[in-house]
């Protein structure tokens, strides 16, 4: 976690506009054992409107012998994802 915080989260925070980091946590999923990130950032703007909306992500990095697979998951703020999100993350396997 403390890599998360000193590494991935600063390039996650580059590009972005907005960026509020809500979390860092470790979960465990049934391909093992990942670091969770949690924060918001703003969307582009609408091209027609020209609106910001908030969105809010959870980027789960999982590690296996020395291999990074990164899932990240996005939406519009106040949506409930928690269940579609926990489905995506618990079907990730590795191939062998």
């Not at 990095?61 to 926990?86: I, M, Q, S």
Request: a positive charge; zero cysteines; charged letters at 20%.
């Amino acid at each position: 976690m403390a890599s998360a915080r000193a590494v991935e989260v600063p390039k996650i925070k580059l590009p972005l506009h907005g960026f509020a980091l809500t979390g860092v946590s470790v979960v465990s999923r049934p391909a093992g054992t990942a670091v969770l990130i949690r924060y918001s950032a703003d969307s582009p703007p609408d091209p027609v409107t020209g609106k910001v909306y908030k969105d809010t992500f959870e980027r789960y990095e999982f590690y296996r012998h020395g291999t990074e697979a990164v899932v990240l998951l996005g939406g519009p703020a106040g949506a409930d994802n928690v269940d579609p999100w926990r489905t995506v993350t618990n079907s990730f396997r590795w191939l062998k």
